[in-house]
Each structure stands twice: as C-alpha cells, then as structure tokens.
C-alpha cells in the first residue's frame, strides 16, 4: 500500500464512522426495506472510493456523500418506475376509505382536534419515529412521489417526468398519500 | 371538479393539498375559502397538511434509525477490498 492508498482509506474509514448512520437514516425514510437501504449505503462508499480524488476540492463531506447516494436512490427509483403499470396506479387514486359518495368525510375517517396549540413543540424523536413509520407505509409510488416532492422539494415537473405519471396523476396520489398519512400520525401518535 | 361555487370535503382537500405547490385559479381559492369557513374537518386538514409538511422537512436532519452493527461490519469488509484508484 502506498502513503497515498493508506491515507484514502483512513478517510473513508472516517467517513463511515461518522456518516454511516445518517446515509443510513436517509436512505431508509426513502426505500423502506433495510436490504436496499444497505446496498445503497455500501453503493455510496464503492462510489465515493472511486471518486475519492474528487473530494479534495469539495468542501463538505456530508453534502458530497449524500449527493451521491441521493442519486443511487434516483436509479433505485427508475427502476421500480418501470414495472408500474397503469392499473396499480389506479388503486392509488381510490379515496372511498375517506369520503362518502357525495365526497364529506366518512365519520370515523373525521380530522380530529390534534390539540397543538401555538407554543406547542412536536420536536420529539418518537414523533420523527412514528412519521418515518407512517412514510413506510404509503404505497410504493405514494412514497416516491412524496418523498421527492416534501423532502427533497423537487420540481414538479421533474417528479412527473421521472416517475413517468402525468400532472393530474401526481396531485392525486400526493392528496391521496396525505389523507393516509394524516390518518395515520393521528390514529399512532395522537391518540397515544 | 364539477362548476358550481359549492365544493364537497374530497374536493377541498385536494385544492388544499394543491395550494402550496401550485398557484390556483381565483375561482378555486374561493369555493376553497368559503368551504373552510364552513366545515371544520377540512379547516382542521388544512392546518394538520401544514404541520406534516413542516415537519417531514426535519426528516432529513433527526436522525431516527441507525444502521445495525452486522449491516456496517459488512459493509467494512466489503469497502476494505476494493483498490483505490493511482
């Protein structure tokens, strides 16, 4: 091993001990299955191995790891788009769980009162637990679509072009995504 | 969305839910407004999409899972292998 070699892999040893959990955490609000939330964080050090001479001239090291798995996540994604078809995009659309046929809210389906008043903190980990759990729980596409559009704040636009859905589609099933996850930090933290 | 200025609660939902991303046209965010003034259920959604979307942001920063040790272990030999390019 030469000076350089051992030098770049003392880095990247450094770079896992201290960014492995937060690639980890990224990675898992957006895939929901810890097998590809893995391969994406190793992904992400193979790349970061090859493209270690890039770095120097980088300044931050969290922004440069997390632009590159980001983009794993990306491919990751363009693959699943792919194997959609048509009808399982229509039970997303579906919100007869929510709304009777004249479109009022369902009795039991009603927002309740959450009680947060002004001055009210949620900065609570259990709280980040219970909304990373309820994201996991939104169908496949639902959690694409909502993952880039109110976490990462992509442009609509691109989401559409992305994920291969139209305009309409996509403010449905993002409506769709919030009834459910609205529904679902009511009923598990809420109510807790 | 049918024409008249009254809209149904699935209706006002989804005009809320559309109202951050895109600008609606005047006549929506009108029939939107007066159903807000009327139902407290979409008044209390509306409140309850802002709270999620500010929240979700901090998503990115609160560290909630950690990698289990067996997933880093092998992850570490497995970077341990690879050559570093000259």
């Known amino acids: 091993m030469t000076e350089k070699e051992k030098k770049d892999s003392k880095k990247i040893a450094s770079l896992f001990e201290n960014y492995s959990d937060y690639l980890y955490n990224y990675a898992i609000t957006r895939v929901n299955d810890v097998h590809i939330a893995e391969d994406l964080v190793q992904d992400t050090f193979v790349a970061a191995i090859k493209s270690i001479k890039n770095f120097e001239s980088k300044s931050k090291e969290s922004t440069w790891l997390t632009a590159i798995l980001k983009n794993k996540i990306i491919d990751h994604y363009r693959k699943k788009v792919n194997k959609y078809h048509q009808e399982s995009i229509d039970t997303l659309y579906n919100t007869n769980e929510y709304f009777d046929e004249r479109g009022s809210w369902r009795v039991d389906q009603r927002p309740a009162d959450w009680h947060l008043g002004s001055g009210h903190s949620i900065d609570q980990k259990e ?31 691109d989401i559409c072009k992305e994920l291969k859905i139209t305009t309409s589609n996509y403010w449905v099933i993002i409506h769709r995504a919030k009834l459910q996850l609205r529904k679902c930090l009511e009923v598990t933290w809420i109510n807790n | ?30 029939r939107l407004k007066v159903h807000l003034m009327m139902c407290k259920y979409c008044s209390r959604f ?28 092998r992850i570490e030999s497995k970077i341990d292998k690879i050559n570093y390019p000259k």
């Open chain 2, 46 to 73: 509306e409140e309850q999409n802002r709270i999620i979307e500010e929240q979700i942001k901090k998503l990115n920063t609160v560290s909630v899972t950690e990698m289990p040790d067996d997933a880093k272990l």
């Open chain 1, 127 to 157: 709280f980040y637990e219970i909304l990373q759990k309820c994201i996991s729980r939104l169908k496949e596409l639902q959690r694409m679509v909502f993952v880039m559009k109110l976490l990462d704040d992509e442009d609509t636009d």
């Open chain 2, 1 to 30: 969305m049918k024409k008249g200025p009254m809209i149904s609660c699935e209706e006002a939902t989804q005009l809320v839910v559309m109202k951050n991303g895109e600008s609606l046209k005047f006549y929506d965010r009108m």
